[in-house]
């Protein structure tokens, strides 16, 4: 309130000063109409003036106080369906340094100065000096009936509202007016919705063995020598991961290595045949997954150890001074091969268990090994053994 006063009184006193000049002018002027001549008539009158804008552009800056903090009108006070509202405003003190938004709203139509109908919501991005400007269209289902429509902006706490006259329309959505893209010629681009001239980069130079293209100079240079870490090696100017070699296991005597275990040399069993004739005859063919066990076994499990290739060469001298001749009985004879069949069928079962078990050295290859004969012993020597005396055993009780 005592800022309003003070601010009154300032503005009497200005009027009183301003008028007091005019008088003193208007007294002057006849006086010197009197003595002077044209020239310095005009000289006067132009004084005169310049001593009185420089007053209102004073008073002018006294009366800025009275500009509001935020401002809002339009361009025109009435609007048909389809027009575009454009809209204006000011931020009397924006802050630079966190310049937000401004919110605008419009309401309508008014019944008492009032609305709940909200049918345009927009954010206007301000500029530093504090001004800001849109614009709308007046078309759709929301513009439907006549009346007063009020626009509301916000800037932070502060409000500002104007308001204009809407003639009503049918509700149909603006057209889409957007233009087509320009047709741009040949090496002709689209940047910012017009046409302008392709910039095309020449290739870099081919260079030759030894040298490099440089950027920063657009010439090739002498390439720079090239050391690759460890574990690379370069290759045609690059360095590329070093493959790894690969070493296999440490093979016995007469053993070399394939697919990464140890296998008997050619001349080892080449002479022996290598196969397994009497299972083969057996089962009548060396596909038959019985076969495949025996050779699984001999070649990954038997074969990997030191061992296992000393009890196989000693096997192979025993084994193939008969087994062709029971070979040749078994296709011979159907009876006598169904026998071997089911001979040799439990002795196949044992060999399985090494299929199922790590052997990671020789001690576990004669643990397992010796364990795998002894059981197989104990089936087809002990076990038939045991049930003679004991069938014996009976026998002799039950006679008188």
């Known amino acids: 309130m005592a800022k309003s006063v003070r601010s009154k009184k300032v503005q009497e006193k200005h009027i009183q000063v301003k008028f007091s000049f005019i008088e003193y002018i208007n007294t002057l002027i006849p006086c010197m109409c009197v003595e002077m001549k044209g020239a310095g008539r005009l000289a006067v009158v132009f004084l005169s003036l310049v001593v009185l804008l420089g007053f209102s552009s004073a008073y002018a800056q006294l009366d800025s106080s009275q500009i509001p903090p935020l401002s809002v009108k339009t361009e025109l006070p009435l609007y048909d369906e389809g027009a ?19 919110t605008l709203r419009v309401i309508g139509p008014l019944v008492d100065g009032a609305s709940t109908n909200i049918v345009q919501v927009k954010q206007i991005k301000p500029q530093l000096d504090g001004t800001y400007d849109g614009s709308f269209v007046t078309a759709g289902p929301l513009w439907l009936k006549k009346g007063d429509y009020k626009i509301i902006v916000n800037y932070g706490p502060q409000k500002a509202e104007t308001t204009f ?35 095309v980069e020449p290739p870099p130079p081919q260079c030759g063995v030894g040298t490099v293209y440089d950027e920063a100079t657009g010439t090739c240079i ?55 004739l009497i299972a083969t005859a057996a089962f009548g063919s060396e596909l038959a997954p019985q076969v495949q066990l025996l050779r699984e076994v001999r070649d990954n499990v038997v074969f990997g150890t030191g061992s296992g290739m000393a009890f196989m060469s000693a096997f192979n001298d025993m084994y193939y001074s008969f087994s062709p001749t029971v070979a040749d009985w078994e296709r011979q004879n159907p009876a006598f091969k169904e026998l071997v069949r089911t001979a040799i069928t439990p002795m196949l079962s044992t060999l399985s268990i090494l299929n199922y078990v790590d052997i990671n050295s020789e001690q576990d290859m004669l643990g397992y090994g010796i364990g795998i004969i002894l059981l197989n012993v104990g089936m087809y020597f002990v076990a038939p053994a045991v049930v003679i005396l004991k069938v014996k055993s009976l026998i002799s009780k039950r006679r008188p």
């Open 84 to 102: 575009t509202v454009r809209f204006s405003g000011m931020i009397k003190s924006p802050d630079a340094n966190n310049l937000l938004d401004v």
């Open 165 to 199: 006259f809407y003639n009503g329309g049918t509700g149909q959505a603006p057209p889409d007016i957007t233009p087509p893209p320009p047709q741009c010629g040949p090496g002709q681009i689209i940047v910012g919705g017009k046409c302008v001239d392709e910039i």
């Open 222 to 276: 002498v390439a720079p020598p090239v050391s690759c870490p460890p574990g690379q090696v370069l290759t045609n100017g690059v360095c590329v991961d070093e493959e790894p070699v690969e070493t296999g296991p440490t093979c016995g005597p007469g053993t070399h290595a394939e697919g990464g275990i140890c296998v008997p040399d050619k001349t080892t069993t080449g002479d022996k045949g290598g196969g397994c």
